[in-house]
Each structure stands twice: as C-alpha cells, then as structure tokens.
C-alpha cells in the first residue's frame, strides 16, 4: 500500500515539475523577437526536394508571427527575412506576395513591400492582383513626380491580362487624367470603352467627353484615332455620342 | 521466376499483416488530417498546405516502413532459421532476394498508394481541389521508396536489421543532397578528393533530379522527358543494389 502511495506520489510530483516547467517558460522565454531564418541557399542546397514544404511552414509561421505583432509591439523585424526565404523557395506562390507587402506596409517599410511585389510579378506575370497592388504603392507611397504616372503604367498592365476585372482599366484612366497624360488617358478611356460593361461605357464617354478639345475639327481628328482602340461594331456608336449628330 | 513469385506472395501476406506496420499507417493518416488544421491558418492556401504537408508525410513515412521492414526482411529469416527451410528447397539466393523483395514492394505500395489516395480524398472533400497531380507524385515517391529499399535490403545482408535501417535513411538523406557532392567534384583541390567525390556522387542514388510535389504547388510542371529518364535510372539502380545484395548472400554460408 505504501509502495503504491509513493509511486502515486511520485508521479505527480514529476507531472506537476514537468507541466510547471513548461507552463513558466513563456515568461522567461527570449526578450528577442526574431524569427531564426536561414538563407534560401541553405535550403535549395540542403534539401531541394522540400523546398515547397519549408517555405509553407515558414508562410504559416509568418501569418502567426504577424498576428503576435500587428497588435502588439508592431516589431516586424523578422517579416521581411521570412517572406525573402518564402518566396526564394517557392517563386510561385503568389498569397506571401500580396500579404506580405501590406505587413510589410504596417511595419512602415512600403520600399520592401514595392520591391516584394515586383519580384511578385517577374515570377507570376499572369496575375493582375499583383500589378493594381504594384500600381496602389506607386501611387500610395511613391516619391516620384511621375508617380501618378508609373502607377496608371501598372494598372495599365493589369487591364490587359485576361482575367482582370473592368474596374482595374478604369482606375489606370483616371491616373493618366491625374498624371496630366492628356492623350494617354484618352486612349485608356477609349479601350475601356471597347472592352468594358454599359457602366464602364457610359463613364468613359463622360470622361472622353471632358478631355477631348473643343475645337470641332481637331475634336473629330482625335476621335477617328481611337478607332484602333475600340471595335468597328461599336465604333460608330462611340463617335456619333462624342461628336453629336446621325 | 515462379519461385520468386511464390516467396513474394507469402512475403506479401507476411508483412501486411504486420501490427507495426498498421501503426505507422494509422499515424501518416493522421498527419495528413492534421495538415487540415495547419491549413486553416494558412490565409485561404488549404489546398496548397494539405497537398504540400501531405505529401512530405506520405514520403517520410512511407521510407520508415519502407526501411524498417526491408532491414528485417532478410534478417529475420536468418535469426528465425526460417532461411534453412528455403534453401533446402531448389531456391536459389537471387531468387530469395528478389521474391523477398518484390513482396515487400507490393506491400509497400499498397502503403504510399494508400495515404496517397487517403491524401487526394481529404483534399478534395476538405478543399474541393481534385487535383490527379498528388497521385502521380504519390507514384514518383513511391519509386524513390523502393529504390532505398532495394539499398537497406542490400545493407541487410551484411548488417543487423537495425544498421540497415540506419543505413537506408542515411542514403535517402545522402540522396537528396546528390548534387552537393557532385559540387565536390568541382570543389575538390586534390585529384583524390575529386575522385572520391565522383565514386561516392555515382554511388548514392539521385534522388533529387526529379521532384512532383513542387508542381503539385503549383511550382512549374513535370518534364516528361527527364523524368522518364530519371525513372529508367532508378529501376537501373534498383536491379544493381538487388544483384548485390544477391552476391554478397550468396557467399553467405549457411
């Protein structure tokens, strides 16, 4: 009886130093927030055929390590080395890209988050996400005088990928209007008129309207050279509502 | 042959029945579903972290019971005294080892086959990602299994059923890192550095030349061509460890 008495005891006494020892280490854990990362050369040297695996562990560890920060300290030193290795080991993973250049913004390093999605886009030129992201930095962050300018050359990009959506045209218009590229954005407006939906239409014929001249001989030179940009089906349409009459 | 076939049948019926075996494959299942609970704190990448996760799972724990069977396969029969009963019979060392092992790959196919499909099901109902491309690299890993296979098999003529394992893990590590060594070669300052490097750069087998769970991710695509190629060489390199371990048997004496 004793001998069992004291193997009880003894078991608890050690679960207790066991789960005692664990529970007290977040406290006395490391002052430093960084993550170890080593360098995507290590892994591509040592273990090719896991690359994909480790940089998934390392997309759920960086989601986690966001969500420990974003509402904490906001320290994000460890976000930029993460998202570099992650996307050196799997180039085509599009989601660290786009999350990580807005992390990256909450960290205050939008130059990183700029520099993330165009590496982004040079592995996936096929997504347009990245561009209208690409071109909401320019135009957000940048310190260009042209920025209003490279940001419609983005979303200018993004408009001509085939499943972008009709607005991200729009926007690369407006920005050109902003940029002050007169002609530029004429055009745009123009194409968003041969491609677009009976709002995308409407808009962009108020828009042609206000930047056409008003002079009514160059008013219908301007308008025969958009014929390239909108369909000859259409085109009759679009220069009998800019020019007036039947 | 037909002798062959008869060992391996019985290898087959052997090995399946095996409770550690049954083990290793409930807990690669449950890897697999647990990859479901990693996935949901993935940012909407469920389909890439359970395909991905999975399939890591399916390889390292298809090499455990590929490696831990395949060391006690010949052994086992040598400690039992089992071997005597064979060979009294007009079976011939080759033809134990080949039956031996084509029982234990069938076995072992069985295995990856299973948590590969297991894995393809779960994907497709949790994340509605029907994707042929997990089975077809359920297949390759398959392959590189039983290539590290055929090597502990080898390794377990000579060595306890524990060394051979040891081994065999050892060679799918060494395996994977084929293309270090061969920047050894190149490295190397003295001609004997440079030498060993290219015996030990031919002798492990390449196991990283080809690779299906990155287009599974969606990282590239399969080359057909190097592939095929790469499959060719592993069936090469399988025959050569199995005619090995058939020779080093041989000179066994019972």
């Not at chain 1, 989601?95 to 590496?119: N, Q, T, V």
């Not at chain 1, 958009?226 to 039947?246: H, K």
């Amino acid at each position: 009886m004793l001998r069992r008495v004291l193997l009880v005891l003894t078991f608890v006494v050690c679960a207790l130093g066991v789960v005692g020892y664990q529970a007290t280490r977040p406290e006395k854990g490391s002052s430093s927030p960084r993550v170890f990362v080593p360098s995507a050369q290590f892994f591509t040297d040592f273990s090719p055929s896991f690359r994909t695996t480790i940089a998934d562990a390392y997309w759920l560890r960086t989601v986690q390590y966001y969500g420990e920060h974003v509402n904490g300290d906001r320290q994000f030193d460890s976000l930029w080395p993460m998202l570099d290795l992650i996307t050196r080991l799997s180039p085509r993973f599009v989601r660290p890209y786009r999350f990580g250049a807005f992390a990256l913004l909450d960290g205050g390093r939008a130059d990183l988050g700029y520099e993330l999605l165009k590496r982004g886009h040079a592995a996936n030129p096929d997504e347009w996400a990245l561009l209208t992201h690409l071109g909401m930095f320019s135009y957000q962050y940048g310190s260009s005088p042209d920025k209003d300018v490279i940001a419609a050359e983005w979303y200018q990009k993004a408009s001509e990928l085939p499943d972008a959506p009709e607005w991200v045209g729009r926007v690369a218009a407006r920005l050109l209007v902003k940029g002050g590229e007169r002609q530029k954005a004429t055009m745009q407006w123009a194409q968003v008129y041969g491609v677009g939906d009976q709002y995308s239409r409407v808009q962009a014929l108020a828009e042609i309207d206000k930047l056409l001249p008003v002079d009514p001989a160059a008013r219908q030179r301007e308008v025969a050279s958009l014929a390239e940009f909108v369909p000859g089906e259409l085109f009759d349409e679009f220069s009998r509502a800019l020019l007036g009459g039947d | 042959m037909k002798r062959s076939f008869a060992i391996a049948l019985n290898t087959f019926k052997e090995t399946i029945r095996d409770r550690v075996l049954s083990v290793i494959v409930v807990f690669a299942l449950a890897m697999i579903v647990a990859s479901l609970w990693l996935a949901t704190i993935s940012l909407e990448q469920q389909a890439r972290m359970m395909k991905d996760f999975g399939l890591t799972a399916v390889t390292l724990f298809g090499l455990v019971v590929a490696v831990f069977a395949a060391g006690n396969l010949v052994r086992k029969e040598l400690e039992k005294r089992t071997v005597f009963f064979i060979f009294s019979k007009p079976v011939g060392p080759a033809q134990f080892i080949v039956g031996k092992f084509l029982g234990l790959a069938l076995t072992v196919f069985l295995v990856v086959l299973g948590m590969g499909l297991f894995l393809f099901l779960v994907t497709w109902l949790v994340a509605g990602d029907a994707s042929g491309s997990v089975l077809l690299a359920t297949l390759l890993i398959y392959v590189q299994v039983v290539v590290i296979m055929a090597v502990t098999v080898f390794f377990s003529t000579f060595a306890s059923a524990i060394l051979s394992s040891v081994l065999g893990v050892c060679v799918f590590i060494a395996g994977q890192l084929s293309h270090n060594v061969l920047s050894l070669t190149r490295l190397g300052e003295g001609e004997a550095l440079k030498a060993l490097s290219w015996v030990v750069f031919i002798a492990i087998p390449n196991l990283a030349a080809v690779d299906a769970k990155p287009s599974v991710v969606g990282e590239g695509s399969i080359a057909w061509g190097q592939t095929s190629l790469w499959l060719g060489y592993l069936i090469a390199y399988m025959i050569v460890a199995l005619l090995a371990a058939s020779w080093v048997f041989r000179r066994k004496e019972f």
